[in-house]
């Protein structure tokens, strides 16, 4: 039986470590793993802040009861409902069938969509307080971050945020489920592919939370997935990540994704990668789309400043994981990026022409002549790489 770890006093985590799964949502893969984080407020009233994946019911079931020590559940308060953390709560009105079950109107509507509950639930609306004994909560409507009934629970007291999805990463918690027990480095880039492929694509939801969260006093941190943030300069990074994120804005840096099928488009992007470097750019990313996951290039994207795209033209089209990559940079409204591009083709172009389409209709700033190149590499070709680099690499 795993026993509930305590946080601070009265605050305790009742989650659980995914390490089985191998795609989270069924497309995003997971080698790290990642947890499902569920917390146990106890004072007069106790309080469950979401629950976890269906599959890890009965650990969390009997985390929780461990946790609860006798002592009665009243309320659980349901921050995102997404069946990584809402999965348990069939099974957890069965065992707690007097639990009353807090939520906003859309909270409500799937909860009795998805378990076919109606009773014993209570709505709030924006900015509405429950107190619970010494600790107080106050609920703020944050839609999108990452479901239209997404929201967060403040509580005021001692200044612990309930965030839901927001600030969490991918990774499971091993050992230490608080920042200051464990090396937080390894959670940086899965934070932000967890943010890029997950959140990503609501930039201006995550905007108005950030303004709407601005004046609270933040002392901890309970994201329903990885480390619980508790230091200050992790809760400032935290923030300041997911305001980059949210803003579009990239570092110094460029990711180059490609497909070939035999190598001559690949040698164009080592020629570009090549060029870079000699002009001084020192964050090349390069991403052979048919061997790396789009998860990742989809996170380096969200990383660095300079995006450039090779694609063979393939039946008169993009290469499939080139379209697949760039209807998800559509999908996520990606803003803010130079973007230069290059392609091939054996008797008909169309890969160069799809993506300068792409370039017009995601807005990016073109950067540098595009190359296209017919069957294989020339020292025109060669010279057009080199050309396109210089180009991007001037105006970093
Ligand atoms: Fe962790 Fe949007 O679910």
């Known amino acids: 039986m795993l026993r509930p770890i305590e946080i601070k006093k009265d605050l305790f985590y009742v989650g659980v470590n995914d390490r089985t799964k191998e795609l989270f949502e069924g497309h995003w893969p997971l080698p790290k793993g990642v947890s499902y984080n569920s917390y146990l407020l106890k004072d007069e009233k106790c309080v469950l802040f979401d629950t976890v994946d269906i599959c890890y019911s009965d650990a969390f079931l009997q985390r929780l009861k461990k946790a609860l020590d006798g002592k009665k559940l009243d309320y659980l308060v349901i921050n995102h409902m997404e069946p990584d953390h ?134 901890i941190i309970c994201s329903t997935h990885g480390p619980i943030w508790t230091e200050k300069e992790n809760i400032a990074k935290v923030l300041a990540l997911y305001d980059k994120l949210s803003r579009y804005e990239g570092d110094r840096g460029v990711v180059i994704a490609y497909g070939s099928m035999y190598g001559h488009t690949e040698l164009m992007a080592e020629a570009i990668a090549a060029e870079l470097a000699a002009s ?58 130079i973007f230069g591009y290059f392609g091939s083709y054996t008797w008909a172009g169309a890969a160069v022409k799809r993506l300068a389409a792409f370039a017009e209709a995601s807005n990016f700033e073109v950067v540098g002549e595009p190359v296209e190149m017919k069957q294989a590499p020339t020292e025109a070709t060669i010279d057009g790489c080199i050309a396109l680099a210089r180009a991007i690499a001037a105006k970093l």
């Open 86 to 219: 809402s999965g348990s709560l069939g099974l957890l009105k069965t065992q707690y069938p007097d639990v009353r079950i807090i939520g906003n109107a859309r909270t409500l509507d799937m909860v009795k969509g998805y378990y076919g509950i109606e009773d014993g639930v209570t709505a709030i609306k924006d900015g509405d307080e429950l107190p619970v004994g010494v600790h107080n909560l106050k609920f703020y409507l944050t839609p999108m971050i990452h479901w239209p009934e997404t929201m967060m629970t403040y509580e005021t007291t001692h200044g612990i945020l309930f965030s839901g999805d927001a600030f969490g990463t991918f990774g499971t918690l091993d050992g230490g489920v608080v920042d200051s027990q464990l090396n937080p480095d390894k959670y940086w880039d899965e934070m932000i592919r967890y943010y890029s492929n997950i959140v990503g694509k609501f930039g201006n939801p995550v905007q108005k939370a950030l303004a709407k969260l601005g004046d609270l006093d933040l002392k």
């Open 280 to 337: 001084g750019v020192k964050d090349i990313i390069l991403h052979n789309v048919s061997k790396r996951d789009l998860s990742y290039v989809i996170r380096d994207i969200f990383k660095y400043k300079v995006l450039i795209i090779g694609s063979p033209t393939y039946n008169n089209e993009l290469f499939p994981q080139i379209e697949a990559l760039v209807s998800k940079i559509q999908g996520r409204d990606m803003k803010n990026r």
